[in-house]
T-cell receptor
Framework: NAGVTQTPKFRVLKTGQSMTLLCAQD?????MYWYRQDPGMGLRLIHY???????AKGEVPDGYNVSRLKKQNFLLGLESAAPSQTSVYFC?????????????FGPGTRLTVT | AQTVTQSQPEMSVQEAETVTLSCTYD???????LFWYKQPPSRQMILVIR??????QNATENRFSVNFQKAAKSFSLKISDSQLGDTAMYFC??????????FGTGTSLTVIP
């Protein structure tokens, strides 16, 4: 099993450009999450999904959109990138309620917006 | 408002010694889950230990144990017999019933040979 994978691993964007980050998991997990990690800020939840076809806002959702068309994939979109979105982005997934609630994380995507 | 607070940005410990990392959280919920994650320089997030709030017994996992004080909303991590491989950022995390997770700002731990 590959676990949780993220594509791409690195990306440089110019202000105003758009891009989509892909998260894929092969553990048949219901729940998926997108976080951003900034120095001194820890991880902050952007959006999450409790199942295929569902999405919900997290702590810092502005400037991002998400989609969960397939259970195994969770996409994070930036429609018009801004320098404030320079960060490391992590995707995570976890099993259903009643399980260990452990989140399995991807390796991260480092995004720089110039 | 900050939901999870880690008041120690940096800590160091001698190899083979014991160190305790602090974490406090804020919630009005009665059922929730707490976690400690480790992030080594590779950037990969690794679960160290978890605690269910309804369990009074403190969780242990080999050299790692927690001191969970529900009334005080405190969840500290004790690392015994520290090893060089324990050098990493450590994040305390809290999961609400809404399925949202909140992380602290982290404690950078250095194990000194």
């Amino acid at each position: 099993n590959a676990g949780v994978t993220q594509t791409p691993k690195f990306r440089v964007l110019k202000t105003g450009q758009s891009m989509t980050l892909l998260c894929a998991q092969d553990m048949n997990h219901e729940y998926m999450y997108w976080y951003r990690q900034d120095p001194g800020m820890g991880l902050r939840l952007i959006h999450y999904s409790v199942g295929e076809g569902t999405t919900a806002k997290g702590e810092v959702p502005d400037g991002y959109n998400v989609s969960r068309l397939k259970k195994q994939n969770f996409l994070l979109g930036l429609e018009s990138a801004a320098p404030s979105q320079t960060s490391v982005y992590f995707c995570a997934s976890r099993g259903p309620s009643g399980s260990s609630y452990e989140q399995y994380f991807g390796p991260g995507t480092r995004l720089t917006v110039t | 408002a900050q939901t999870v607070t880690q008041s120690q940005p940096e800590m160091s410990v001698q190899e083979a010694e014991t160190v305790t990392l602090s974490c406090t959280y804020d919630t009005s919920e009665n059922n929730y889950y707490l976690f400690w994650y480790k992030q080594p320089p590779s950037r990969q997030m690794i679960l160290v230990i978890r605690q269910e709030a309804y369990k009074q017994q403190n969780a242990t996992e080999n050299r790692f144990s927690v001191n969970f004080q529900k009334a005080a909303k405190s969840f500290s991590l004790k690392i015994s017999d520290s090893q060089l491989g324990d050098t990493a950022m450590y994040f305390c995390a809290f999961m609400k019933q809404s399925n949202q997770f909140y992380f602290g700002t982290g404690t950078s731990l250095t194990v000194i040979p």
